[in-house]
């Protein structure tokens, strides 16, 4: 046998096999292009054939790192239950006692009151302002609304810009301004550590207002306005309540005016399930 000549007929066999899946991987790579552009053009023909209005710009999928999320409730209490240096820090000195921090719930939880009441922050500038003063890692939290109701103003703490919503309709804010005759008086606060775990790939957001639509979470007879678009995270798993990890899963987020106000809506971005609520928001 001519082992030269077999080797040969081996090497071109393997060159033969390596175009061939190489011009499968090319087919199949354009055969799922071609099905999301379908998806995606007939979600926006739905959309405009039922007059759904859409006030701002639609993202673009971003499907790079965007994974589920392990999420703990930081200790604000060393070992022996005295509070962690940083918001030592944040309470000042005697001299000049900026506020008084006492922690609740085996540590996890925070509540501040300043030794002066500030006025309300009005727009983003003065919230930053106040969050970056008076609040552990203050830049972690992104407003989220205005309770008037409960005489609070709302934060969500966000990973890599992008807000993370808690189940509990108590808890999905993670940061409680509390106001009195119009000032903040103090706070109320939860910290969580996030960790990546598996990658996934996530739908448009013009297929997850298509499935609203097609929940009839979006009435034509309502005339809604999406208002806000955003990709976050959205517990599914865990109990915020107990010492055990939550799972955060990727979400679309959407702020819609209708006839009747503005209500919120988390479509999940892996499944496409609706999850509607009944909360309605403040105008910003």
């Known amino acids: 046998m001519n082992w030269s000549k077999t080797k040969t007929i081996f090497i071109i066999c393997f060159l033969l096999l390596d175009l061939f899946l190489g011009y499968q991987l090319y087919e199949r790579q354009v055969r799922n292009e071609n099905y999301d552009n379908l998806v995606q053009n007939s979600a926006e023909d739905i959309l405009q054939k039922n007059n759904i209005k859409i006030?701002?710009?639609?993202p673009d999928v971003e499907n790079k790192n965007i994974t589920f999320l392990k999420g703990r409730s930081l200790k604000f209490v060393d070992s022996s239950g005295d509070l962690i240096?940083?918001?030592?820090?944040?309470?000042?000195?005697?001299?000049?006692?900026?506020e008084?921090?006492?922690?609740f719930k085996n540590g996890t939880l925070i509540e501040g009151t300043l030794s002066k009441p500030v006025p309300v922050p009005k727009n983003k500038s003065e919230r930053e302002d106040f969050l970056n003063q008076y609040i552990y890692k203050g830049s972690d939290y992104s407003y989220w609304k205005l309770d008037e109701e409960n005489h609070m103003m709302l934060f969500v703490q966000k990973y890599e810009d992008k807000p993370v919503f808690i189940k509990d309709r108590k808890d999905i804010n993670i940061l409680q301004l509390l106001i009195s005759d119009g000032k903040v008086t103090g706070y109320r606060q939860t910290y969580f550590k996030f960790k990546k775990t598996n990658q996934l790939d996530i739908i448009n957001p013009t297929t997850a207002i298509n499935n609203l639509w097609s929940k009839n979470v979006l009435p034509v007879s309502e005339h809604p306005k999406i208002k806000k678009i955003q990709l976050g995270y959205y517990n599914l798993v865990g109990d915020v309540n107990t010492n055990q990890p939550l799972i955060f899963v990727p979400v679309w987020y959407f702020k819609v005016k209708t006839?009747?106000?503005?209500?919120?809506?988390?479509?999940?971005?892996?499944s496409g399930s609706v999850q509607p609520t009944d909360d309605k928001q403040d105008t910003e």
């Open 85 to 98: 240096d940083d918001l030592k820090t944040l309470e000042g000195s005697k001299d000049n006692p900026k």
């Open 100 to 103: 008084k921090i006492t922690a």
């Open 55 to 58: 006030d701002v710009p639609i």
């Open 259 to 270: 006839d009747s106000g503005q209500h919120e809506y988390f479509v999940n971005a892996v």
